[in-house]
């Protein structure tokens, strides 16, 4: 039932800006950190932007400075703005939800995450 959908992605030049953004259903947003995740053809998963349900924000150092994660609760959507594009950015985009809560009175919590299937991003040179 919980689903996140990514939309956003395509071709730019560098120098360019996307702005991505991931639907959540299911009911699950508002108890969720969210990331942005990308992967390129033959690299490794990388975490490029963290938000936490209170707002406070991560990001990788190679996009510091130039991508924007944020999100709005009340349309359960967190959004990546980016900017100054480069061709290394160029990649599949990934939403990524961790959803948590507590259990019991001893503060105990269990975590369930979930996974978009992606939204491409090409940056030409």
């Known amino acids: 039932q919980v689903q996140l959908v990514e939309s956003g992605g395509g071709l730019v030049q560098a120098g360019g800006s996307l702005r991505l953004s991931c639907v959540v259903s299911?009911?699950?947003?508002?108890?969720?950190?969210m990331d942005w995740y990308r992967q390129a053809p033959g690299q490794e998963r990388e975490l490029v932007a963290h938000?936490?349900?209170?707002?406070?924000?991560n990001y990788a150092n190679s996009v510091k400075g130039r991508f924007t994660i944020s999100r709005d609760n009340v349309k359960n959507t967190v959004y990546l703005q980016m900017n100054s594009l480069k061709p290394e950015d160029t990649a599949d985009y990934i939403c990524h939800a961790v959803f948590t809560k507590v259990v019991n009175v001893e503060g105990a919590t269990v975590r369930k995450e979930y996974w978009g299937q992606g939204t491409l991003v090409t940056v030409s040179s």
């Open positions: 299911g009911n699950i947003f508002s108890g969720s950190s």
């Open positions: 938000i936490s349900t209170g707002g406070s924000t």
